[in-house]
């Protein structure tokens, strides 16, 4: 294996395959936000295209097919947590986290909470209800944008993170943190689903414990994981064709055969699937990076915004989809539905790109100060 160019005292070598991961998580999140009418069924609302023709079924798969991105941010966050503090914190470390968090994290919560919050009505034509009281009722369960729920997620996880590294220091919890997340989200799952329904789920850290606690038995066994990775990659996808083929056949088969499955057989397929279609996608990063500079080369800027592209891309989608209305004919919505999702894309990339570079241009202007280095939502 090729030497790796030492790095600062306390500071760990960057995982660059990361990025190639959170391009294809953040394509998926893209994806799935550009053809929800196409995934939703009739009792939730008008179904285009055609319910059951070759563009809705293939719409449909794509869509379901690209659920695993949630829970591959989840994961990545674990992973990078968990590699970058583990030997190195303590009650310092633990304030410079919580510190970074506030104005990496939560000060952008806050400040695109309430972009969406006048936006979204702005833009349905809807007289705004500029209230202080009702802004932060909204807040607290990220119900100003329908992708800000990952944000509440991942603060779960930020808040429980010191807690969980006070137990890395014992080989017990460490070998046991796979099956210790899984206990945990799917004794929530069972809880919720067979005795006492609870609410906001899908936006509570024990639905996702187990993608986390993955991420960070990556995080902390990294070294041993990339010089294996070649036998770990063609596990992991074998499991993923498996995994991902069941959950979508399932899917296919309820849809429009009307067979019935238990809903844990989702569950448990989607969580099989998420994390081996992470391990092989940290592997393929890893042979791209190497191999085919120039794809990777594409991919990395996805990456390497992906936080910003999230915040930003419902903006563009919004809009696209409001000032320009489908049309009527099959090959031209297949045509729309393409235009759209690259538009958001790609229009969030580059306003990403523009953000920090006039953020740089600032704060190259001020004093020169002990500055910490770059922090992203994934870490």
């Given at each position: 294996m090729k030497q790796q160019t030492p790095t600062p005292l306390g500071r760990k070598m960057r995982i660059n395959e990361i990025d190639i991961v959170r391009a294809v998580a953040i394509i998926a999140?893209?994806?799935?936000?550009?053809?929800?009418?196409?995934?939703?069924?009739?009792?939730?609302?008008?179904?285009?295209?055609?319910?059951?023709?070759?563009?809705q079924i293939v719409m449909f798969t794509l869509n379901r097919l690209s659920q695993f991105a949630v829970p591959m941010f989840i994961l990545i966050s674990g992973l990078v947590l968990f590699y970058r503090y583990s030997g190195n914190w303590s009650f310092k470390t633990a304030v410079q986290f919580y510190y970074k968090r506030l104005w990496s994290v939560v000060i952008p919560y806050l400040v695109w909470s309430f972009i969406y919050y006048i936006y979204n009505p702005w833009l349905a034509g809807v007289p705004m209800n500029l209230s202080a009281g009702d802004f932060l009722e909204k807040i607290k369960w990220a119900d100003t944008g329908y992708h800000l729920y990952f944000m509440i997620i991942i603060f779960q996880f930020y808040l429980l993170f010191?807690?969980?590294?006070?137990?890395?220091?014992?080989?017990?919890?460490?070998?046991?943190?796979?099956?210790?997340?899984?206990?945990?989200?799917?004794?929530?799952?069972?809880?919720?689903?067979?005795?006492?329904?609870?609410?906001?789920?899908?936006?509570?850290?024990?639905?996702?414990f187990a993608y986390f606690m993955a991420g960070g038995f990556l995080g902390l066994y990294y070294n041993t994981f990339r010089s294996k990775i070649k036998s770990f990659t063609a596990a992991a996808f074998v499991?993923?064709?498996?995994?991902?083929?069941?959950?979508?056949?399932?899917?296919?088969?309820?849809?429009?055969?009307?067979?019935?499955?238990?809903?844990?057989?989702?569950?448990?397929?989607?969580?099989?699937?998420?994390?081996?279609?992470?391990?092989?996608?940290?592997?393929?990063?890893?042979?791209?990076?190497?191999?085919?500079?120039?794809?990777?080369?594409w991919l990395l800027p996805l990456g390497?915004?992906?936080?910003?592209?999230?915040?930003?891309?419902?903006?563009?989608?919004?809009?696209?989809?409001?000032?320009?209305?489908?049309?009527?004919?099959?090959?031209?919505?297949?045509?729309?539905?393409?235009?759209?999702?690259?538009?958001?894309?790609?229009?969030?990339?580059?306003?990403?790109?523009?953000?920090?570079k006039a953020a740089q241009s600032i704060k190259r202007s001020k004093p020169k100060s002990a500055a910490g280095g770059r922090v992203t939502a994934g870490g």
């Open positions: 999140v893209v994806l799935i936000h550009s053809t929800p009418e196409a995934a939703m069924y009739s009792w939730q609302g008008t179904v285009v295209p055609d319910e059951g023709s070759l563009s010191p807690l969980l590294m006070t137990f890395v220091r014992y080989k017990w919890f460490r070998v046991s943190m796979i099956p210790l997340g899984l206990v945990i989200q799917l004794g929530f799952y069972s809880y919720h689903h067979w005795f006492a329904e609870v609410e906001h789920t899908a936006s509570l850290a024990p639905t996702y499991v993923m064709l498996i995994s991902g083929g069941a959950n979508i056949a399932m899917y296919l088969l309820n849809r429009y055969q009307g067979q019935m499955f238990e809903n844990t057989w989702y569950v448990v397929t989607m969580l099989v699937y998420a994390i081996s279609t992470a391990v092989v996608l940290l592997g393929a990063g890893n042979v791209l990076l190497k191999r085919l500079p120039r794809i990777s080369g390497a915004y992906s936080f910003g592209i999230y915040l930003v891309h419902p903006v563009i989608l919004s809009a696209f989809k409001h000032k320009i209305s489908a049309p009527g004919n099959i090959l031209s919505y297949n045509l729309y539905v393409l235009v759209s999702f690259l538009t958001a894309l790609l229009g969030s990339l580059i306003a990403a790109f523009l953000y920090r």
